[in-house]
């Protein structure tokens, strides 16, 4: 009977984000619903001793990240170098090549620190302009943007500042390039055979005639030729200098604070030091110090262009880093609750059957993320109930902590994105499509990425490569 409950606990949250309502208000109901039905007094205690602790906690941690990473992307797209990028791509990969050049320029993008929503964003109105003038079907864009934005760039290549290659690290006390040849591997094969799909799908798509497409919504104005646009040497300095500072910071921070730091308050009457433990945190403050190098820099190199839209632009970039981190806190609150009941320990000693550590991480990891719809959110809810199950596992076979940093970061991004994911609605609401239209395609991505983190093990098992 408890296992049923937290199975209908998990099964309402995914109904519930399915139907579009907001998981922020209907986490903790459905946290606190399988807390209800299996001891109703603990429902208040549960909820501000755990629930509550738990989100925050979060909060406390990672929302630096989502805000400078929201603000970064929208100074890129004020400044005009996110239009500069992708047109110079689009160039020199060839008109013809559509698919190849919004792929990149997502990959570009997402790799560089923008959030994949604001990608989304960005990139659709060239994405469409190209399709048409190459006569694709525009059904095929949200999966091409999928493979770009929401796949290798988001949790496989090391030192993507993305959330999913983050989160790890406070749990495994790694840093984002953890596994580096595992993740390159990883992202060579997501890249290629979600490549091959896309222009299987194109090939026949052309072979019945199809092209882009008549009386469709949401259709951006076309692409101005004679805009003038930003050097692509400038536009691309900021998400350079994002990646480079985000590895120099990486190994300054430990070497600077060493395994932990502590200091006084400066407060009248006797206060106890605070003690931070620096080995646990240095990668979230080697994302949000590489963010922020990338945010003056825009800001030095465009100022008079985005100081004339910065305060609306990042009104907006604050409450989608608002919104985004709150959705996943409370999933990761919730996660927390349903790991401290006894249906939970069901589910974790059934996972215990698999006895491959690895595989046992990833099996967990995508599941979850596919309840929840949420990559970093049901990897928070994993990790948060049994990391130490998978550090123990690991270090019985010898098996490198970054490899279970690599497995659960690629797991995250498996299968989150089911149709109740917040970046696919949101992907097809921009595009102004329907699931029925254009989700088997993005369907077809999140096959592509689920299967690429057992390739990641297997060939980790078979080289030993890490």
């Known amino acids: 009977m408890s296992f049923l409950i937290v199975l209908a606990s998990l099964c309402f949250l995914m109904f519930i984000a399915y139907r579009g309502y907001s998981v922020i208000l209907f986490a903790p109901v459905a946290a606190l619903g399988a807390v209800l039905l299996t001891d109703p007094t603990l429902v ?41 990028i992708v047109s110079s791509v689009i160039k020199l990969v ?51 943007i999928a493979l770009g934005a929401f796949s290798f760039t988001m949790d496989s290549l090391p030192g993507t500042p993305q959330i999913q290659n983050v989160i790890p690290t406070t749990f495994f006390k ?13 992202s060579i094969f997501i890249f290629l055979a979600g490549m091959a799909y896309l222009e299987w799908r194109r090939r026949a798509a052309a072979a019945a005639g199809e092209g882009y497409g008549t009386e469709l ?30 590895k120099l910071f990486t190994d300054l921070i430990p070497q600077i604070y060493g395994k932990s730091h502590s200091f006084v308050p400066a407060v009248i009457g006797k206060a106890a030091p605070v003690v931070q433990d620096v080995s646990k945190i240095a990668a979230i403050w080697a994302v949000e110090g590489a963010l922020l190098v990338g945010i003056l820099t825009v800001m030095a190199f465009a100022w008079r262009t985005v100081a004339a839209r910065f305060a609306e632009g990042t009104k907006a970039a604050v409450g989608g880093a608002l919104l985004a981190s709150m959705n996943t806190a409370s999933e990761y609150g919730f996660g927390a609750v349903i790991a401290a009941l006894p ?16 595989v046992n991480e990833a099996i967990t990891v995508t599941t979850l993320a596919g309840i929840t719809g949420s990559a970093s959110g049901g990897m928070g809810i994993a990790l948060a109930a049994m990391s130490e199950t998978f550090i123990t596992a690991a270090n ?28 696919v609605i949101t992907l097809l609401a921009v595009t102004g499509l329907t699931h029925k239209v254009a989700y088997k395609d993005i369907f077809a991505i999140t096959l592509i990425k689920t299967s690429a983190v057992f390739f990641v093990i297997a060939t980790y098992y078979l080289t030993g490569l890490v």
Do not use: W
């Not at 205690?45 to 929201?70: C, E, S």
């Not at 692409?223 to 200098?241: G, M, S």
């Not at 320990?345 to 491959?356: G, Q, R, S």
């Open 217 to 246: 919504v949401n259709e951006p104005e076309p692409f101005d030729d004679k805009e003038k646009l930003a050097n692509p040497i400038l536009a691309v300095l900021p998400l350079v200098l994002v990646g480079v500072t985000n």
């Open 94 to 144: 060839g008109a013809e090549r559509a698919m190849l050049s919004i792929v990149l320029v997502c990959a570009l993008l997402t790799y560089g620190g923008v959030s994949l929503f604001v990608v989304v964003f960005a990139v659709y109105p060239f994405a469409a302009e190209m399709f048409r003038q190459g006569g694709i079907p525009k059904r095929l864009i949200p999966g091409t």
């Open 174 to 186: 790694t840093n984002i390039y953890a596994a580096p040849t595992l993740g390159v591997l990883g």
């Open 343 to 358: 249906g939970f320990l069901v589910v974790a000693d059934a996972l215990k059957v698999i006895p491959n550590p690895l």
């Open 396 to 423: 019985a076979v010898g098996i490198p902590l970054e490899v279970l940093h690599r497995v659960a970061s690629m797991a995250s991004g498996g299968m989150d994105t089911l149709p109740h994911n917040g970046a």
């Open 44 to 84: 208040a205690p549960m909820f501000t001793g755990l629930f509550m602790d738990k989100m925050v906690g979060f909060v406390k941690n990672y929302f630096p990240v989502f805000l400078l990473g929201a603000i970064f992307g929208k100074v890129i797209e004020l400044s005009g170098f996110s239009k500069a």
